[in-house]
């Protein structure tokens, strides 16, 4: 049976709604049946026209949107939450309350404290709660984690995260882009700027593919663009538990680079690199052999994937596979069914950690780059 989805933002000028339309719809586990997909209600009303609507769900904000799909016999199933960082939690709160499934884009919050207020409602509640960090759905990057936990690798020594960019290298945000605009926002965006919006995606993958847990950091984060109220650029130092050692370099003022997210992981048995502009192949490294570039589809490779190999899959299908799974959640909790203890679907607990390593960056770079305990 078909899902109903809702969505909170993502209207007429929005890019990440879209995207999360695209990979709701792509495996046909959901259908969009109601949102509030702008805080203009005229906006809110075109684009839900623009998208098929019903009149009668389109709503012209998320308080009216939770308490009026709660009460419905056919409410919808879950709600897709896709504003600016700010709204999160907010949004969130309220459909949690209302009884409906939360799937949230990253970061979680622009607070530790409004995180951690999320995380205990949802412990509360019950009620699942699924966070859209994208990376984690790509079938090289399970991979990768497969591989790590079954000691290919050894055990781990480094991991390095690069995730660099180019479209904020000009103040773009000064003419209106509106993608930009709000980013550069701490009024909207929080306290971190690249760290937040980059930077987490490289630390929950530095984590979700180690397995291991930071538990203190150093960074160094610089607004290269003369007058831009956040850091633009990003560069951390990590250490794990156990011993291990991470670097990350995040930058959204790079040239030359549209979306180089780069991962390497070494260990004392051999190492592996992946490329998200490169996304099917994962090269693996034991010591003392040459390195194999292990391809999705191909023989021995643990993946969920779609597409026959040869066929590249990207950043859609990885969005895809994460409502894929949620829509399993979802249904599990419906059915009142214990949950998948196997599931690799990032949760509110990683929003939380995210936020703590975006806060811990931003005081340990306001105290002159020391090191902070996460």
Request: charged fraction near 20%; aromatic fraction near 6%; include cysteine.
């Amino acid at each position: 049976m078909t899902l109903k989805l809702g969505m909170v933002g993502g209207g007429r000028g929005a890019f990440i709604g879209g995207v999360h339309r695209i990979a709701a719809r792509l495996d046909g586990h959901w259908e969009l049946v109601a949102g509030a997909f702008s805080s203009d209600p005229k906006r809110a009303a075109t684009s839900a026209a623009e998208l098929g609507i019903a009149a009668e769900r389109s709503y012209g904000s998320f308080v009216e949107m939770a308490k009026a799909e709660a009460a419905r016999p056919d409410c919808i199933d879950a709600v897709a939450i896709v504003t600016p960082n700010h709204l999160h939690v907010p949004v969130a709160t309220a459909f949690l309350r209302a009884g409906i499934p939360v799937i949230c884009d990253k970061p979680l919050a622009t607070t530790v404290k409004d995180a951690e207020a999320l995380v205990l409602l949802v412990a509360e509640t019950g009620i699942p709660f699924i966070l859209t960090q994208t990376y984690t759905g790509y079938p090289m990057v399970r991979e990768a984690r497969a591989l790590v936990a079954a000691g290919r690798i050894g055990h781990v020594r480094h991991v390095q995260v690069e995730y660099l960019q180019d479209w904020l290298a000009e103040p773009v945000e000064r003419g209106g882009q509106k993608q930009a605009s709000w980013r550069a926002d701490p009024a909207q965006s929080g306290a971190g700027g690249c760290i937040a919006d980059i930077g987490t995606h490289a630390f929950n993958l530095a984590t979700f593919v180690s397995g291991l847990v930071a538990h203190a950091l150093l960074a160094d984060l610089t607004a290269f663009v003369p007058g831009r109220a956040l850091d633009d650029n990003a560069a951390l130092l990590l250490r794990f538990q156990g011993g291990a050692k991470g670097m990350i370099w995040a930058s959204q003022v790079a040239p030359g680079t549209k979306n180089g997210l780069r991962l390497r992981v070494v260990g004392d048995a051999g190492g592996l690199m992946w490329d998200q502009e490169h996304p099917d192949d994962l090269e693996f490294t034991p010591i003392g052999q040459p390195t194999q570039t292990l391809r999705r589809g191909g023989e021995g490779v643990v993946t969920a994937s779609r597409l026959p190999a040869g066929h590249p899959e990207g950043y859609l299908e990885a969005f895809a596979t994460l409502y894929t799974e949620a829509a399993g959640m979802v249904r599990r909790f419906r059915e009142r069914a214990k949950p998948d203890q196997a599931t690799m679907l990032p949760t509110v607990t990683d929003g939380l950690a995210g936020m703590r390593f975006i806060s811990a960056g931003v005081r340990s770079h306001e105290g002159g780059a020391v090191w902070i305990n996460l």
